[in-house]
């Protein structure tokens, strides 16, 4: 159903007094019909019949009648309702106005005036056709569906008006219909004179018969004789004007009661009316001006005590949380049941209940009664209940509803007996209403009164500045206390000064740059009203001191929308920035280890590979020299190739090294001894013989502590540090190393975060041309560097002592001033552990054997040149291409050692391998080989059980004494 569908069927149409008359009609000839069960059937309340000014839809008239209709099954009783007008007492003031006009047309014309005054359902056209005879036409208002039997009724009505007038009905022709086809409803009333219209028009001739006979008569009889008559005919003409002339003064007394008593009702009306808007009046000064809910409810009851016909009122207010009705105020109560009433609150929480005042407070709809006595079953509260139901009262109870939600109960008693109108109840749900609006308001300011105390905590107690400023003066009208802790002003300080006193000038003109744009949006039709706009700006504080805030802003507007205010709040965000540039520091510090992971793994890749190509350089010529006699000339150009091929060998333990995937047997060892090994190598002689201008200057701490690691890398981390600070001083200069202990109690934060704690120091510091901030950032990437073309380095130098020392779990520390110098600090983990005692070197005889040994590698040069070395010392060896052969040669065979490969695509790598052997042979002994990096999975693989780890490419000395050792440790 449409909403415009369902606004018609609720549209007000008929007057209460039509549904009254009906009503009395029913109880006039219907007196067994229950007229209550008819009404409430209808959805009529007594209150609404009672009330004149109360007005019914088409909807609402339809049920009744039909409820009428079903109980007294009779198809004329509309018609019947009709002609009732004439002997009802209901009429009023209708009913006298026709008895005072004296006129049956006159009255036929007043009705169809005045028909509005009970309906709006039709419009009704009035003709006169004769002097006893008139037309009435009938036309349903626009969008109102009338029925067959308000036809009917105006024809009862039409008959009804002879009635009142001689006692007996018009006669009401009905040639037109609505209900018969036709477009409008026609009714032609017809009616006899009465006898006083017979008299004024026996009067009205009698004067001229009067004056006609006494002029024939006057020539023919006798003078005696025709006085006799002229005499005879004067008094019966004086008679008549006599007897017409004290009905008309009757009649005219009669009216002249009627229209005072029509005037008395007019002024009681009035009375009423003027009553109740002084009640409204009354009511609204007090909604409108007191604003606590006690004192308002308390002012609402002394107006209803004083202008309304109740006896009692009281007020059910519920609480905040909507669960029980509590006693708030009311009049005509006695102190004692007063707090009596206060004492017993009412649970709501539960709507499912027959208790009255819980259903008017869920159903937001009123309950009235005309005697207290018939509820007393339906209050739940026993002492309650006592109080309301004092006496035989009627007992009203209407909802307290604002916007659908129900605030309380509004209840009221009185001694009558006779249902209330439903003005009455109209002014009781008004009066809620008004109430209802005033709790709100009175809540409303209260939570106001508490937002604007908590708003102002915050705005006082906030770490920012919360601030407005005048967009006209450039003034601040507002500043929080949280000034004083930001910008050592007070917040009356700061409304003292202007913008620019407060911001930079670069800052100042940011800001009235930004206030221009945003106001220039203002133009804009699709602008944002509630945007916000975040500027960053320097702030000078009272001591001429600044600090980075953030600047948030909107506008405050007027009623029309203009902007007149900003509203900002100012946060400080100094550590902010610290952490952002911190932030940043990191960012290039991960993009730097990026880099060299990216770089790494190509480098561990290529490394592994030519690993396996060196495995025949390093190893062929060991076993080339054991088959040449000593004096063979071709012994020194084996050696130059064992030489290469170590080379080689250590240019791809820089790949490793760079890759962090070098095997670091780290070994307690002191740094001091590191530092002399190297200044004594060839190396370092050799550097020194090229830089003759360089002076180095070593200062050795005497109790340094040792570190863990290993001193091949760690001597070429210090032959790199060192030939780097030699080529940055082309003009000579001074190098100086020192070694120390250093205890860091907080985290130094320089070229990177190093934490607190105890570390062996290396320094290696220049006199040279330093290192500018934009090359420091890349110092560590990998082939980057500054040196001229065909000179030494690779670029990959500095990469390596970064990977060195990170593989150590060390720290870098650089820090240089151009046409100053460099110093580069190496932070080393210390031990307290002892160095071992250095072992006596192994002769070849050391390494022989006559074992089996199964080789398991899947590139054939390796198998070959390693077999050749073992058979070489004495071992049966075999090989195999992949680890699959290895498992399904254990599930037959066995051997006395395995030499396995950790990488052997596309198969099973060397763990899963071993894993599968372990399962026939669960103490099978392994050395590990690899071109690759003691990884994960070799540490895997040694703790299921294998060996040492041997690198590639090795030579017969180093692979000898690996597989000699697996095969004597005992288990």
Not at 393 to 402: D, E, G, K, M, Q
Not at 583 to 600: C, D, N
Request: with cysteine; hydrophobic share 40%.
């Amino acid at each position: 159903m449409t909403v415009d569908r369902i606004n018609e069927e609720n549209r007000p149409l008929y007057n209460s007094r039509v549904i009254k008359i009906c009503l009395e009609c029913l109880i006039d000839r219907h007196p067994q019909i229950d007229s209550h069960g008819v009404l409430v059937a209808s959805g009529i309340t007594p209150q609404e019949i009672e009330d004149p000014a109360h007005w019914f839809s088409q909807r609402q008239a339809d049920a009744f009648i039909d409820a009428v209709m079903e109980k007294t099954d009779d198809p004329n009783f509309p018609r019947e309702a009709g002609r009732h007008y004439a002997k009802t007492v209901s009429l009023g003031p209708m009913k006298q106005y026709a008895l005072g006009l004296l006129n049956m047309g006159l009255v036929f014309r007043a009705i169809s005036r005045m028909y509005a005054i009970f309906s709006r359902g039709a419009v009704l056209r009035f003709r006169k056709l004769g002097a006893t005879q008139v037309e009435i036409v009938s036309t349903p208002a626009d969008g109102v569906d009338e029925k067959a039997y308000q036809c009917d009724n105006r024809i009862g009505i039409f008959e009804a008006v002879g009635q009142i007038f001689r006692n007996r009905f018009n006669t009401v022709d009905h040639p037109e219909c609505r209900y018969r086809g036709d477009a409008v409803c026609r009714y032609i009333i017809s009616w006899e004179r009465s006898g006083l219209q017979r008299l004024q028009h026996a009067r009205n001739l009698s004067l001229p018969v009067f004056l006609l006979t006494a002029a024939i008569a006057f020539p023919l009889l006798p003078r005696e004789a025709w006085t006799v008559l002229f005499l005879t005919l004067l008094g019966v003409t004086a008679s008549l004007f006599y007897a017409i002339e004290r009905i008309t003064n009757r009649k005219l007394t009669g009216i002249i009661t009627q229209q005072g008593a029509m005037a008395e009702g007019v002024m009681e009306n009035d009375r009423l009316h003027y009553s109740s808007a002084v009640l409204f009046k009354n009511l609204g000064q007090v909604v409108s001006t007191v604003c606590e809910t006690d004192r308002l409810i308390d002012e609402i009851s002394a107006v209803m005590a004083g202008q309304l016909p109740f006896d009692r009122g009281a007020f059910m207010i519920a609480n905040r949380e909507g669960t029980r009705l509590i006693f708030r105020g009311g009049y005509g109560f006695t102190e004692d049941q007063e707090r009596l009433m206060a004492s017993l609150p009412i649970p709501v929480d539960t709507p499912a209940t027959n208790d009255l005042i819980v259903k008017v407070f869920h159903s937001r709809k009123p309950i009235l009664s005309e005697s207290a006595e018939g509820l007393k079953d339906q209050i739940s509260a026993e002492n309650l209940k006592s109080v309301l139901n004092v006496g035989n009262r009627s007992l009203n109870a209407v909802p307290i509803v604002y916007e659908d939600q129900s605030l309380g109960v509004l209840i009221v008693d009185n001694h009558l007996s006779t249902p209330m109108p439903q003005s009455d109840v109209s002014i009781l749900m008004a009066i809620a209403s008004q109430t209802a609006v005033g709790i709100i308001n009175a809540r409303s300011y209260q939570q106001l009164r508490e937002n604007e105390a908590r708003y102002r905590l915050l705005a006082d107690n906030v770490s920012d500045i919360i601030w407005i400023l005048d967009l006209a003066s450039r003034k601040f009208t507002y500043v929080s206390p949280s000034v004083d802790a930001i910008l050592d002003y007070t917040p009356e300080e700061t409304m003292a000064l202007s913008l620019a006193q407060i911001l930079p000038s670069e800052s100042a003109v940011k800001v009235e740059k930004a206030m221009a744009t945003e106001l220039g949006k203002e133009r804009e039709a699709d602008a944002d009203p509630h945007r916000t706009r975040t500027i960053a700006a320097e702030n000078i504080r009272k001591d001429g001191t600044t600090i980075w805030t953030e600047i948030i802003t909107r506008f405050l507007r007027n009623n029309s929308g203009k902007p007149t205010h900003i509203l900002g709040i100012t946060r400080d965000i100094s550590e902010r920035r610290r952490t952002e540039k911190e932030k940043a520091r990191l960012q290039e510090r991960l993009q730097r280890a990026e880099k060299l992971e990216a770089l790494g793994t190509l480098a561990g890749g290529v490394a592994h590979d030519l690993n396996n190509i060196l495995s025949g350089i390093v190893g062929y010529p060991d076993l080339l020299l054991m088959d040449l006699p000593d004096d063979s000339p071709l012994r020194q150009s084996i050696l130059a190739i064992k030489k290469s091929g170590q080379k080689a060998a250590a240019i791809v333990q820089d790949l490793l090294t760079l890759a962090r995937r070098s095997p670091v047997n780290k070994l307690v060892m002191g740094l001091n001894t590191v530092v002399t090994e190297y200044l004594n190598s060839p190396e370092h002689q050799g550097l020194d013989q090229d830089h003759p201008a360089i002076a180095f200057k070593i200062r050795l701490s005497d109790d340094a502590l040792n570190i863990r690691g290993s001193a091949v890398h760690l001597s070429k981390v210090i032959m790199n540090l060192v030939r780097n600070a030699a080529e940055a001083m082309p003009a000579g200069g001074c190098v100086t190393i020192v070694t120390r202990n250093i205890y860091l109690d907080t985290p130094v934060n320089n070229f990177e975060l190093i934490p607190e704690g105890e570390f062996a120091l290396l320094s290696v510091t220049d006199e040279g041309v330093g290192i500018s901030a934009q090359d420091l950032q890349r110092l560590f990437d990998p082939f980057y560097s500054k040196k001229r073309l065909k000179r030494s380095g690779s670029g990959l130098g500095t990469t390596i002592i970064w990977s060195t020392i990170k593989d150590h779990d060390g720290y870098i520390d650089v820090s240089s001033v151009e046409g100053e110098g460099t110093r580069f600090d190496i932070y080393l983990p210390f031990t307290r552990e002892e160095i071992d005692p250095a072992a006596a070197p192994l002769l070849l005889e050391d390494y022989l054997g006559d074992e089996t040994v199964l080789v398991v590698d899947d590139v054939q040069e390796q198998r070959e040149i390693t077999v050749k070395m073992l058979s070489k010392l004495g071992y049966r060896a075999t090989a195999l291409a992949s680890g699959e052969e290895a498992v399904g040669f254990f599930k037959t065979r066995r051997v006395d050692l395995l030499v396995l490969d950790m990488i052997m695509p596309p198969g099973i790598d060397g763990l899963e391998t071993y894993r599968r052997v372990s399962e026939y042979h669960p103490h099978q002994k392994a050395v590990i080989a690899s071109g690759y990096s003691e990884s994960e999975q070799v540490k895997e693989v040694q703790r299921l059980g294998a060996g040492a780890y041997v690198r590639k490419p090795f030579t017969l000395e180093q692979i000898g004494h690996a597989v000699r050792t697996e095969l004597d440790r005992t288990r």
